[in-house]
């Protein structure tokens, strides 16, 4: 199948910047979208950024101007700079992926990382 693994999280002080990376591996023939998502304590998982295949990039509007978005499709990875880091930005940091399996031509499944955790202080 197909794995993601997340790295990069860790303890930074407010303002400070994080660079989150994840790469998919297994049986992929292509990836459409890659995105991060992030879920804190007791709340729901919400969006952060996606990036199509091509280089489009969507954000959440609470998020624009602090993180940034990329992907090398060569790799199969996608990254997330993540600046001016603020408290509430502490949470877990998922990537997912939607991949055309090699062995599943013209459909694509989406699969989800373990996750990282990013803890901003104050």
């Not at 049986?27 to 998502?37: A, E």
């Not at 996606?50 to 940034?68: C, E, H, P, Q």
């Not at 502490?90 to 031509?105: G, K």
Request: proline share 2%; hydrophobic share 35%; aromatic share 10%.
């Amino acid at each position: 199948q197909v794995q993601l693994v997340e790295s990069g999280g860790g303890l930074v002080q407010a303002g400070g910047s994080l660079r989150l990376s994840c790469v998919a591996s297994g049986s992929i023939l292509s990836i459409n979208s890659m995105g991060w998502f992030r879920q804190a304590p007791g709340k729901q998982r919400e969006l952060v950024a996606v990036i199509s295949k091509d280089g489009s990039r969507n954000y959440a509007d609470s998020l624009k101007g602090r993180f940034t978005i990329s992907r090398d499709n060569a790799k199969h990875t996608v990254d997330l700079q993540m600046n001016s880091l603020k408290p509430e930005d502490t949470a877990a940091y998922y990537c997912n992926a939607d991949v055309e399996l090699a062995y599943y031509r013209g459909t694509y499944l989406t699969f989800w990382g373990q996750g990282t955790q990013v803890t901003v202080s104050s």
